[in-house]
């Protein structure tokens, strides 16, 4: 098929002034008495001033000078912009603020007494002021102990020996306040026997430490207000399985081009004289103590960078041809560990922060090679698992965030973590599978919910086995848990923060094949995928299987994209993976199980669970074809903004038979607060398309409209909608993808143009004059082969070369 250049979306050149949202009021919850609830509440202010003294008495022979930090919980949504002010005037300043408005915000006060906002109680109880906020405050309280201690540290508890920790404190404001306290933690503990702060991290949103303690110093600090959260360091989850020997003396290995852009592995380091990798490497740097050996000694830092520059290792085996299509360059942040069965294991530094290495790695990188267009990151920690551990944006996924927004020409790739089921016999896994998939545990886990980085799943290859297949003795009969193109049986599943998409794409990791031996149940070979080993002689190929591997799949995949288009913006190449995304296996609701007149929609929204907007296509993302036409615009956009597009939608699109289908693709790197449960991007995007009425009258209506949260009233009814997935779904993320698919002719075809409407709201950006970067695309894909492109370039009347 002939492959086109994509067109030029057109934006229509009009007027298009927004005003800004207003607050609103505050509900009575349950009719609560105002005197009940002033009595209380005055009682709690005390309760909490006197722990307050009680604590600040404690510390009164240390350096140490305890902060007043505590829980509000908010029982209805607030305008929080206002709610903030509110807060402010009665010397409260807003830490933290929960994920969806309602619940528990943290807020900080330099009023230790709190009479401030006990005489503001006391005047709404009394009704000689009215003070309808209060209405929202359910309680407040002081922060219980048992949220600061993270799921692993509950599990195991700290000795008197004094061991590692990750300490996160609460963001304040001024940062003095958190530089203060980290110095009045080391002047009163000063016996590195039993307290020593051995690293530090305070980012934009951030504040860090590690820290090695004994259990005694744990007790004593765990009740100070400034610490949010304490836990174990993060523990690097991967596999290491069996190895496979392979003659290569007739295999064809060529370099990257010279020009080729750069991809950063953040991992174990690499073997960089493989012979697959040798011809290869940028560079590749130590960032971290453990071991003083730069190159990989554990082995998952080498199979990750075959993939990340080969993308599909067996194929090179079959063609005989090893072609790089990009440069590796490695950051070795993770080093090997033996057991007492002589196994290796990859650990990180204990003395350093995973977060400053990550950080300082991609600043050097960065900083010497402008050809890095990606980062790739395989690893996570197992249990820091979504909405089960905790609801708060972990620093790793944050920092990785704050890198991503201060890098707006880098693709940063995430794997969504390796999950588990512990399944009694074959019959059991494969009964319960894809079910056990949506477990509270098999959630992605940090740093998988990073919401500017792609956070990819992993998908089942062809099934195959590694011997063949025997005729007599079930024992030989291997079992198959996934099916080609359905989700891994291992891949984790989302969505994110603020529940947006995650994972976005996935890519083939590997499936699980189980046969019956002897008493044991086995994993066949053929369920895994072919990986380069950590040898420079034999046994130069492996096998395994995670999303450890689907990741930098799709890391190759920007890395290609990014040699074709080498001056583009992380958001162009991240649109056109999504611009070439689609679903290899059909979701249908009698494999998800799902039942009901909405048993379609719900198999739906399970499989964007597991699989995101789908498996990227090469191809699809730069070409455009005769049936497939896409039409994209690179922008930006002010706050509280709309920028509108139209053209007339040829009348051949509709006329034909067969099923054709809209898809549109919005990417943009907003600015991220870890503090902002209720919105962790600064601002947010979306779109609508309507048809029949022309751009000027949508203009003119969305200038207009009172309430900036809806579609104007007057426009609902010319809204195209049933996109897939919905608007409040999709909303949510920075990566975008909806699909609407008609299999017959509307009645609107020939009433008017279509027009899409990007709309810019801004949530907590304080800089009125900051405009948003952003990449667009609107696909028009037929079934049959009908010559839709030049329609729809004689349509618009322009074409533009991708630069």
């Known amino acids: 098929m002939e492959r086109l250049e994509h067109l030029k979306l057109p934006v229509f050149k009009g007027k298009l002034p927004r005003q800004k949202n207003g607050g609103g009021g505050f509900e009575n919850i349950n009719n609560r008495s105002k005197v009940d609830f002033g009595i209380t509440a005055i009682e709690k202010a005390n309760s909490i001033y006197v722990s307050h003294a009680s604590l600040k008495s404690k510390f009164s022979n240390t350096s140490i000078d305890p902060s007043l930090i505590f829980e509000l919980e908010i029982n209805q949504g607030v305008d929080v912009k206002s709610f903030q002010k509110i807060l402010l005037s009665m010397g409260l300043r807003v830490l933290s603020i929960a994920e969806n408005k309602q619940g528990f915000w943290v807020v900080f006060s330099d009023d230790e007494h709190l009479e401030q906002f006990k005489t503001k109680i006391k005047s709404f109880a009394e009704g000689t002021q009215i003070y309808d906020f209060f209405k929202a405050i359910e309680k407040f309280q002081e922060i219980p102990i048992e949220k600061k201690i993270g799921s692993n540290l509950t599990e195991r508890p700290l000795s008197e020996e004094a061991e590692f920790v990750d300490i996160e404190l609460w963001k304040i404001e001024n940062s003095s306040k958190n530089e203060d306290f980290i110095s009045q933690l080391s002047s009163t503990y000063t016996d590195k026997s039993i307290f020593e702060i051995t690293d530090s991290l305070i980012a934009r949103s951030i504040v860090l430490l590690r820290v090695k303690l004994t259990r005694s110093v744990f007790d004593d600090i765990i009740e100070l207000k400034e610490i949010a959260r304490i836990e174990r360091p993060t523990i690097p989850q991967f596999n290491s399985w069996e190895s496979s020997s392979i003659n290569i003396s007739d295999f064809d ?57 080969y993308n599909n290792l067996e194929k090179c085996i079959v063609e005989k041809r090893f072609v790089a ?22 650990v990180y530094d204990q003395k350093k922060l995973v977060e400053n290495q ?16 990606v980062v790739n990151i395989s690893f996570g920690n197992s249990y820091e698992v979504w909405h089960k551990n905790y609801e708060r944006q972990l620093p ?34 494969k009964d319960h599978y894809p079910d056990y998939l949506f477990s509270e545990d098999n959630r992605i886990i940090n740093p998988a919910t990073s919401a500017l980085a792609l956070t990819v799943g992993s998908i089942a290859q062809s099934i195959r086995r590694e011997t063949p297949r025997l005729f007599f003795g079930d024992e030989n009969i291997v079992v198959p848990i996934a099916e080609e193109n359905q989700p891994s049986p291992f891949t984790r599943i989302g969505g994110g923060i603020n529940k947006m998409v995650k994972p976005e794409l996935v890519e083939y990791g590997g499936n699980l094949l189980l046969k019956q031996q002897n008493l044991s149940i086995v994993e066949d070979k053929g369920g895994k995928i072919q990986l380069l080993n950590n040898s420079t002689t034999d046994k130069l190929m492996k096998f395994d299987r995670g999303t450890s591997f689907s990741a930098p799949k799709v890391a190759n995949l920007v890395g290609q994209l990014a040699n074709l288009y ?7 190449l991240k649109n056109l993976l999504l611009v070439g995304a689609s679903y290899p296996f059909k979701p249908t609701k009698e494999f998800y199980d799902t039942e009901g007149s909405t048993a379609k929609d719900k198999a739906l929204k399970k499989h964007l669970q597991t699989s995101g907007y789908g498996l990227s296509s090469l191809d699809k993302a730069i070409s455009s074809y005769k049936n497939r036409v896409v039409l994209w615009d690179e922008n930006k956009i002010k706050l509280d903004d709309i920028i509108a597009y139209s053209f007339k939608l040829p009348a051949l699109f509709f006329n034909e038979r067969g099923k054709k289908r809209i898809m549109i693709s919005l990417t943009f790197t907003p600015e991220t607060r870890s503090s902002r449960g209720d919105s962790y991007l600064g601002n947010i995007m979306e779109f609508h398309v309507f048809h029949t009425l022309d751009a000027q009258t949508i203009v003119d209506k969305y200038a207009s409209n009172s309430n900036r949260d809806e579609v104007p009233y007057e426009l609902k009814k010319y809204e195209m909608k049933d996109f897939f997935p919905g608007i409040e779904i999709r909303k949510r993320g920075c990566h975008q993808k909806a699909v609407k698919e008609f299999s017959i002719k509307p009645k609107w075809l020939e009433e008017g143009p279509l027009t899409l409407i990007v709309v810019n709201k801004n949530k907590w950006i304080v800089n009125e004059s900051y405009e948003q970067g952003y990449c667009l695309s609107l696909i028009l894909e037929h079934d049959h082969e009908i010559d839709l492109y030049n329609e729809v370039r004689t349509n618009i009347q322009i074409r533009t070369r991708i630069r």
Request: aromatic fraction near 10%; glycine fraction near 8%; proline fraction near 3%.
């Open 396 to 429: 790793l996924a944050a920092i990785i965030d704050e890198l991503a927004y201060e890098n707006p020409q880098v693709v940063f790739i995430v794997s969504a973590g390796n999950g588990c089921y512990d399944y009694n016999s074959i019959a059991d896994a």
């Open 566 to 572: 080498p001056h583009s913006s992380a958001d162009f």
């Open 358 to 373: 990550l950080k300082n790695a991609v600043e050097y990188f960065l900083d010497n090679y402008e050809q890095i267009k």
């Open 253 to 309: 290995i060529q370099k990257p081009s010279q020009n080729a852009a750069g991809i950063l592995i953040i991992d174990s380091g690499i073997l960089s004289n493989h012979p697959m990798l040798e011809k290869c490497v940028g560079d590749e740097q130590n960032f971290q103590d453990g071991e003083t050996e730069i190159h990989d000694t554990v082995g998952h830092g080498t199979s990750v960078a075959g993939c990340a520059t």
């Open 325 to 346: 299509s990009n440069w590796i360059f490695s950051a070795k942040v993770m080093y090997a560990e033996s057991n007492f069965h002589g196994n290796s294991s990859a």
